[in-house]
């Protein structure tokens, strides 16, 4: 088994095993901190709103139980909505948060973030949040948003930790301290500039210091507002950042 099917074992494990967010688990620890969460997911939305499918089709990847799925769906009825997550467990308490957000979202499914049960040039916006930096395999990750985005659609990573590479070992120390239920990682900027290009996408990087919530990324946030005030800082410190990708072509 190679050390990125270790990885993911634990990742698909830890949604079948979770006290708070197993499938069996009704834990209102868990809706607590997704709809805290979801405060987060808004503010990355309003942020984005021109990036933004009202009426077309829209996959999130890495997805978890697919609550920002629904929230999604909630704020545009109209998309076609479809939730992924490398993990089944996790997939299953889809149900959940339906019920909670008073949805139906139109499709789920488990994946890996480079093998994506859907047709070529068919999607108009993939996106996730805070999950990009599970994916490992993020050349074969954006190849893969790549085929499956049609000319000109978008694929959005919001809120991820993200570094320059000269400080990844230590910011990945750091963040890994957090959570250390599931393997944690950085997402280095000039590297997925690189695998950006390759893959035929445009992106842009919108660094974005939130204190909504001050979970895992708490202390790449409060580098954040400190690189915030100090323009000439952004691309030296970690930070908290979406990503915005657009697929070449018209």
Request: glycine residues 4%; aromatic residues 10%.
């Amino acid at each position: 088994m190679s050390e990125i099917e270790k990885k993911q074992k634990i990742e698909i494990e830890f949604w079948r095993n979770a006290e708070h967010e197993s499938p069996e688990a009704d834990s209102l620890h868990n809706i607590v901190n997704k709809v805290t969460d979801t405060a987060v997911f808004m503010d990355c939305l309003n942020r984005h709103e021109k990036e933004l499918i009202t009426n077309g089709r829209v996959l999130e990847l890495g997805g978890g139980q697919g609550w920002a799925s629904c929230a999604y769906k909630r704020l545009f009825p109209d998309a076609h909505v479809t939730v992924t997550d490398i993990s089944q467990y996790a997939v299953m308490s889809l149900p959940k948060w339906e019920r909670l957000f008073e949805v139906k979202i139109d499709n789920s499914y488990a994946c890996t973030s480079y093998e994506i049960n859907e047709s070529d040039a068919s999607l108009d916006l993939v996106f996730c949040f805070a999950a990009a930096h599970h994916f490992l395999a993020h050349k074969r990750t954006l190849r893969e948003i790549s085929r499956i985005l049609k000319p000109g659609g978008k694929a959005i990573y919001f809120n991820e930790p993200a570094t320059p590479r000269y400080l990844y070992s230590l910011a990945r120390w750091k963040l890994e301290r957090t959570r250390p239920e599931v393997p944690e990682d950085m997402l280095i900027t000039s590297e997925l500039r690189k695998l950006a290009r390759e893959a035929a996408l445009d992106i842009h990087v919108d660094y974005y210091p939130s204190i909504i919530k001050r979970g895992p990324f708490r202390a790449i946030q409060a580098v954040s507002i400190i690189r915030d005030s100090f323009p000439f800082l952004q691309r030296l410190l970690p930070s908290s950042a979406n990503f915005i990708f657009t697929k070449n072509g018209s």
